[in-house]
């Protein structure tokens, strides 16, 4: 049962990152075309931040790859990626 969880964790860690991964090549798009360095700016943050999220889904996603569960990731009414 808990191979079949941590499974069905990974799917979601994956569909996430995928979405992620998306978001960061878009925000990048946008920043050649701002019309400001302040705009540029805020981009630039926000792909920090979402970049700063994969990562720590990376680090789950390697351990579900192992089969192990992340105590974060523990909670059945945890969301996952919430940012």
Partial sequence: MNRKRAE???S???TTLAERKNLINGRRK????ASSREIAAA???EIDTIEA???ILKVQQKALKRGI???DLADDNQSIGSA
């Fill in 43 to 45: 981009l630039q943050r």
């Fill in 69 to 71: 569960i992340p105590d």
């Fill in 12 to 14: 979601r860690i994956n």
């Fill in 30 to 33: 946008r920043i050649s075309k």
């Fill in 8 to 10: 069905a964790l990974l």
């Fill in 53 to 55: 999220d994969v990562e």
